[in-house]
């Protein structure tokens, strides 16, 4: 029994650590992708832009040339040391609970059942993303703050514990680092679920998943890359409104263009359209690139280290 215990322990800490690695690597090679998407997603609520400091960005080309000017080539990595903070406690949590939160549903087989084994992965998924977000919400927050940081003048916040201690201080006091938590856990539930849901779903149907020839890895990046981008498509009005919520978290509430998520989402509709809800989705389907290949070196690594 206590063989057994340390086993599953030792197992445990691998799925961590392998889930992290290969997030913060991830994260790190796609950064420019992610700062532009965060830019156009949230510049609508950005006060610089608004007030017109800021000129908006046009699109995705127009927002690579402005930042590599007006803030240099390293800017496209600005919150990335704080991303990959985030990153591997987030991804390592989702990845480990997963397997954990997975062992306690129904095993179904998924060329007989594949609805019910489907249902399944789809709930464990869910749940795995669900648990991690309580853990590391404020440091999420703070990305997306410092990503937005536009123009070439005084920056808002001068990195993570400025960020952190400023919003701290706001209207809200530390509540005001979980603005938009709500949004997010409804969002984080269908968006994990779809995108573990369907990327375990398809390593079961896919016939090369045990080869480590160039066919299997090719398949499995094609699959975790489908899920991924379907995930995110999905989802992404949710993260849009999480967003911008976030982007006020440290004014005073009577001058918030937001009184809540459900506010958010009829006043972007109205005033920008229900395209808005997508602005920056183009940048992020070519940043679920690098979600895709953490899942595939994540199934990579966990091999290796099996082998260990």
Known sequence: ?????????????????????????????????????????????????????????????????RVSAEQGIGAFWRGNLTNCIRYFPTQALNLASKDTIKSAFP??????????????????????????????????????????????????????MDCIVKTSKGPKGVLGLYQGFGISVAGIIPYRGVQFGLNDTIKGLNPWDKEVTFRGIASKWAGAQFSVIMSGFVTYPFDTVRRRLQMEADKPLEKRLYKGAV?????IAKDEGVAALFKGAWANILRGTGAALVLVFYGEAQAMMKKM
């Open 1 to 65: 029994m206590g063989a057994k215990k340390t086993s599953t322990t030792e197992q445990a800490i691998k799925d961590f650590v392998a889930g992290g690695v290969s997030g913060a690597v991830a994260k790190t090679i796609t950064a420019p992708i992610e700062r532009v998407k965060l830019i156009i997603q949230t510049q609508d609520a950005n006060p610089k832009i608004i007030s017109g400091e800021v000129p908006r960005y046009t699109g995705i080309f127009n927002c690579f040339t």
């Open 107 to 160: 095993k179904y087989n998924p060329k007989t059942e594949f609805w019910p084994f489907f249902a399944s992965n789809l709930a464990s998924g869910g749940a795995a993303g669900a648990f991690s977000l309580c853990f590391v919400y404020p440091l999420d927050y703070a990305r997306t703050r410092l990503a937005s940081d536009v123009g070439s003048g005084k920056k808002t916040f001068n990195g993570l």
């Open 263 to 267: 506010h958010c989402f009829g006043r």
